[in-house]
């Protein structure tokens, strides 16, 4: 079984202008990583198809989705918060977005495929139940967790997030639904400065200091992580997969390298392998500077492949 790539082109349409660091080229970039790799002949690239608004609505109010819809511009572009710009193809690429973290759920479940990519965005992990926050419209990572619950009939599953901005939505969202244990690593004190200090026993946040690097990050994330995940025995791990974190990436502070993505990524196989059947869904969050993150992604795919 392969590694499933699920993308659209049209996920580059939404563009929030070109001085905005969550750009339509942080796709194009992986992408051009993959070109003359054996990944680029062993992933099985599939289409992201448009999101039933029945799975988004599992996890935003029904107000908040037709919402979205309603203030979308027909030209231009408009705030939907500070950081947060819509254009007239914004939503699109939103429910291609939300639609490829259910493909991804459905293939990995169906056994179609071992584990799964999206290389989608807009991405998701700070869009809280009834807020758009952080460039975020749809929290992909929660409609996939939702999916894999209420449709797929799963129990428990894992989501592990680590970008460098704390998953504020994804905690938001299960904060009070045990069949979800939620790791989250971030720079602290940072963006987003909200939902850090949750305390509930099934959200595991993991605040790390301005400049931490690799080998900090494998020590504390093992530490926090491991025997949590061992315990909570997921059926289906899903990575909210930023690479802010890297250590040329200009949004944050922290210094991870390419290497660890691919240690940390090792170590969510291992975990999937005793108690998930080896079922991974990895959704794309952050990542801004573009090398970086294409070489991040890129060795992120190669474990997920199983080189
Ligand atoms: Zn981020």
Redesign the pocket.
Known sequence: MKTAYISHHDCTLHNMGAEHPESPLRLTAILDQLQDTRLNQELDFMRAELVNPDHVRRVHPATYVEQLDLIQPKKGRIYADEDTIMMPDTMRAAKLAAGAAVQAVDAVMSGQNKNAFCATRP?G??AERNKTM??CFYNNIAVAAKHALDFHGLERVAIIDF???QGNGTVDIFQNDPRVLVCSS?QHPY?PFSHHAVDQPNILNLPLEAHTQGLSFRNKTEAAWLNELQNHKPQLILISA?F??HKNDP??DLELDKTDYRWITQMLMDVAKYYSNDRIVSIL????NLKALAESAEQHLEVLAGY
């Open positions: 991405p992990h700070h952080g460039f970008d460098v901005h971030f963006y930023g802010d974190a949004m944050a969050e952050g990542g801004y």
